[in-house]
């Protein structure tokens, strides 16, 4: 298969990265790539699913990987997976060796090696430039999940109709269930036992993993890029910083931040020379100074991990948070991130890395660390709620109208111009509603 016809089937089956923001996979064929790295880091802690899904299902992903090497030519196949998942590295063990110029990276349990820079780091000792793109580097990086959809994509030139989520914290049978596409994040915890609260005022609902997720509420769907919900109390400190107005953040650091610079110290990216460099950014904004014009313009090479704020902080104050807030600003004043030098990768780097379980300890979530097991079938669900935008770009564009009937795995919102994928009924059954963002599927006597 060549990569354009690689390419072309992938975008028609809807897959996108389901394991960061939802960029369109059709995009990362790209004969660029000398080197295609496969990411099972789990970055997130208490986050399972990935092992869990490599370890089921290593035969399909590893083919499907080695095809994708075949298609774009790339010279090597590198799966990077930590050596504590010592099962999932067991399973690849079987088969990897059977492919030729693939190979099994090993990783340290430290956060935030699912980013992708770092990993490529780690795995390949290649350096992603500032503000650059993997492919500059001859590199592109696959989620597990993505790779394991690409598969039934050539298997059985499946689209994308369900999600691995993983269901932890507050809840009574912690779990990784499949589920169709739209479903409310309340009937997935419903799944994983429901919640340990009598009172659900005394939860919420945290979408994405305990660094870089965001607060969601219960009517909120799962979408392509949903890997985990996380019920913590409403008191926990996760929950309350996320609820902390950027105003009270700023006031905070003005009356708080020392300059002690350990959020600059501990920083993932800053440690491999990227010029970010939070602490300079909240001195600016802790004595409103506008002068330091690289203070702001830097803040583009941030990623966003958190160590900063939920680690490194010895004041308990919030870089990223206000890193994020700034940066949104920027770009709505049409700035865009300047051309930069790495400095070079920190000699000190090895000493600055977070240790996964200190990271979970730190966040009060060691209790929650428990096994999840996955379930592999597709739960059935009586209605869903697709969104139209899944994935980094344009959103799909409605292709039905109310009172259609859809079947599994039909079109129901087409690709549109530009990067873009499209939309494809998560279950069979009648379109009730449509809104602007969304198309609302029920199924007919409540059989999906």
């Known amino acids: 298969m060549t990569a354009e016809q690689l390419g072309s089937l992938i975008k028609e089956c809807g897959i996108v990265?389901?394991?960061?923001?939802?960029?369109?996979?059709?995009?990362?064929?790209?004969?660029?790539?000398?080197?295609?790295?496969?990411?099972?880091?789990?970055?997130?802690?208490?986050?399972?699913?990935?092992?869990?899904?490599?370890?089921?299902?290593?035969?399909?992903?590893?083919?499907?990987?080695?095809?994708?090497?075949?298609?774009?030519?790339?010279?090597?196949?590198?799966?990077?997976?930590?050596?504590?998942?010592?099962?999932?590295?067991?399973?690849?063990?079987?088969?990897?060796?059977?492919?030729?110029?693939?190979?099994?990276?090993?990783l340290q349990s430290v956060y935030p090696t699912g980013d992708e820079v770092l990993l490529i780091y780690e795995a390949t000792g290649k350096i992603i430039s500032p503000g650059g793109l993997p492919i500059e580097a001859g590199v592109a990086v696959f989620n597990v999940e993505t790779v394991y959809n690409i598969s039934r994509a050539l298997a059985e030139n499946a689209p994308v109709t369900d999600k691995l989520v993983s269901v932890v914290g507050e809840v009574k049978a912690p779990a990784t269930v499949r589920v169709p596409l739209g479903t409310s994040l309340e009937e997935v915890v419903e799944m994983a036992g429901g919640e340990t609260a009598a009172d659900p005022e005394e939860l919420a609902y945290l979408v994405g993993g305990p660094m870089m997720g965001r607060l969601g509420s219960r009517l909120d769907t799962v979408t392509r890029t949903t890997n985990a919900i996380l019920v913590l109390p409403k008191d926990h400190p996760l929950i309350l910083r996320r609820q902390m107005s950027p105003s009270a953040g700023m006031k905070r650091a003005a009356s708080a931040c020392c300059q002690c610079e350990t959020c600059t110290d501990l920083c993932p990216r800053h440690n491999l020379g990227h010029p970010i460099e939070p602490h300079r950014f909240m001195r600016a904004i802790s004595n409103h100074d506008f002068g330091d014009l690289e203070a702001f313009e830097n803040l583009f090479f941030c990623s966003g991990c958190g160590v900063c704020e939920l680690y490194a902080c010895p004041q308990g104050l919030s870089p990223r948070s206000l890193i994020a807030e700034c940066k949104d600003g920027l770009k709505k004043h049409g700035l865009k991130a300047p051309k930069a030098q790495g400095a070079g990768v920190s000699e000190a780097r090895e000493y600055r890395r977070v240790p996964e379980k200190r990271l979970t300890a730190r966040l009060g979530?060691?209790?929650?660390?428990?096994?999840?097991?996955?379930?592999?079938?597709?739960?059935?669900?009586?209605?869903?709620?697709?969104?139209?935008?899944?994935?980094?770009?344009?959103?799909?564009?409605c292709a039905v109208g109310r009172g259609d009937r859809v079947t599994r795995g039909q079109i129901i919102a087409a690709a549109a111009q530009g990067l873009s994928v499209p939309i494809h009924a998560s279950i069979g059954g009648v379109v009730t509603d449509i809104g602007k963002t969304w198309i609302e599927i029920t199924a007919e006597d409540g059989n999906a």
């Open 17 to 106: 990265g389901a394991g960061g923001a939802g960029f369109p996979t059709y995009a990362k064929i790209d004969r660029r790539a000398q080197v295609i790295l496969m990411n099972c880091a789990e970055c997130e802690p208490l986050l399972k699913l990935h092992r869990q899904l490599l370890k089921l299902h290593t035969k399909e992903i590893v083919e499907a990987f080695f095809r994708i090497a075949e298609a774009v030519g790339a010279k090597e196949a590198v799966i990077g997976v930590k050596a504590e998942y010592a099962e999932t590295v067991e399973a690849l063990k079987q088969y990897v060796p059977q492919y030729p110029n693939m190979r099994i990276q090993l």
């Open 365 to 397: 979530l060691s209790r929650y660390d428990h096994r999840a097991p996955l379930d592999d079938q597709v739960r059935p669900v009586h209605r869903v709620r697709e969104a139209l935008s899944q994935h980094i770009g344009a959103p799909a564009v």
